[in-house]
């Protein structure tokens, strides 16, 4: 199977001559393709390559004429260089019908969409010319890409069949928390399952995209992928299941991972795994009985607010803490949005909170002597047993202990003490 270069970029074959070393038709002399950004609307660049043809001299060395042409676009208003100027050409070899190209060590600190662009960029222009099959690549010291041929991205002809699809494709940070979306940009054939693509970047994993890992089991393999009715199914090899990761976090991280990244494809709204084409009740703690839809909870973007929350697992019968991601609204204080996010939680893959739905704030909570005062609505009382408005408090006050810099809080119903089977719990509790 190809390799796909991690695309934040898709190739526009504006020319059909991609491999087009040869002479021009109108007999005028060699050319090659090169690849540049195109300049769009507002000044900005495109994320997308285009191809421009370039004569050579026949003269004179084609590779050295691709590679000054690749820093310096023939029209400075319509293209960019997908190189920037901070990277330099530090050397170059031909070994037979390859070419090695020794970049400066600055290449590795652009960011991942840019070396993705750049490394596209080369590969493909020097790949125009007859007599260069294939690219490696170093970055100083260190060997980026070896042998890549413009058969290594994921190319379609947009003249022949265009289609353009966006994706993001999601990775865990290394501490398993959070998700990070990297978006990708391909154009296929109308007949093309893009499903396919997306989980072959899912399993090579994040080697090539910032600080991100991938704790999907090493040898998992994609058995069959389709989609009906807006689901897409999934079906994965024994070792998914069989060698799954050892911690919650890490195998929601897997699961989600997957699903997000699915379900960003346009006509998905779930996917349902599979084992070997049969269903299955769960990963770890995470139910699979159903198809999975979209957890924005766990997805990290600037702006949000890390909030731990405190879930109640069925199979241990105690609290557990689950970190999501909360959007705080413009304007509202920390401790606001923390509690209306404890509030507002539901089921998150695998836990249930023990807060009742519908439980709201019914005034602002105050801060009196370091103690904060919550006023809830009357659905709080809906969990019923004087048990279960225990386990629904300590659920909010662990929820918040870590987080808002208090001795602890107070909550109240409708402005009254709470008062269940005969227990009150009007006292504070503290953190």
């Not at 695309?7 to 491999?19: D, M, N, Y």
């Not at 890409?145 to 289609?163: I, Q, R, T, V």
């Not at 080697?207 to 089991?217: A, L, N, Q, R």
């Amino acid at each position: 199977m190809k390799r796909l270069i991690a695309l934040t970029l898709v190739l526009f074959l504006l020319l059909a001559a991609c491999g087009s070393g040869e002479s021009a038709a109108n007999g005028e002399g060699p050319t090659a393709t090169l690849y540049y950004m195109p300049v769009v609307s507002g000044g900005d660049w495109s994320q997308a390559l285009e191809g421009v043809t370039l004569s050579l001299d026949a003269e004179g060395d084609a590779v050295e004429q691709v590679l000054t042409a690749l820093w310096t676009p023939p029209d400075i208003g319509r293209y960019t260089a997908a190189l920037p100027q901070t990277v330099s050409l530090d050397g170059v070899e031909l070994v037979g019908d390859g070419v090695a190209l020794h970049l400066s060590a600055a290449y590795g600190e652009l960011t991942a969409p840019a070396r993705s662009l750049a490394l596209a960029a080369i590969v493909h222009s020097l790949c125009s010319l007859d007599n260069v099959e294939h690219v490696t690549l170093y970055a100083g010291d260190t060997l980026v890409a070896e042998a890549l041929s413009a058969d290594d991205f994921l190319l379609y002809d947009k003249e022949a069949d265009p289609y353009e699809r966006q994706v993001k494709i999601y990775f865990p940070d290394s501490s398993a928390k959070f998700l990070y979306g990297y978006p990708y940009l391909y154009t296929v054939g109308r007949d093309v399952d893009i499903e396919a693509y997306v989980l072959q970047e899912l399993l090579r994993g994040a080697e090539d995209i910032g600080d991100v890992v991938s704790f999907i089991p090493e040898g998992t393999e994609a058995l069959e992928v389709y989609t009906e009715s807006g689901t897409c199914f999934v079906s994965f090899s024994d070792v998914f299941f069989s060698d799954m990761p050892d911690t919650y976090l890490k195998r929601r991280a897997v699961v989600y991972a997957i699903v997000n990244s699915l379900t960003s494809i346009a006509g998905i709204d779930s996917v349902q795994l599979l084992r070997n084409g049969e269903s299955v009740v769960s990963y770890g703690e995470i139910p699979l009985d159903q198809p999975l839809t979209l957890n924005e909870h766990i997805q990290g973007g600037s702006g949000d607010r890390e909030v731990t929350l405190f879930l109640y697992c069925e199979q241990t019968e105690t609290l557990v803490s689950i970190p999501i991601m909360a959007e705080a609204a413009e304007g509202d204080l920390a401790v606001v949005t923390i509690l209306n996010t404890v509030l507002a939680a539901g089921n998150e893959a695998g836990y249930r909170t023990p807060i009742p739905a519908g439980t709201t704030l019914a005034d602002p909570p105050e801060i009196q002597d370091r103690i904060l005062n919550i006023n809830l609505s009357s659905e709080f009382l809906e969990a019923g047993t004087a048990e279960m408005i225990e386990l629904a408090l300590t659920s909010i006050a662990r929820s918040l202990s870590d987080q808002i810099g208090l001795d602890g809080i107070r909550v109240l119903v409708n402005g009254q003490d709470i008062i269940v089977d005969g227990v009150s719990f009007s006292d504070i509790i503290y953190f």
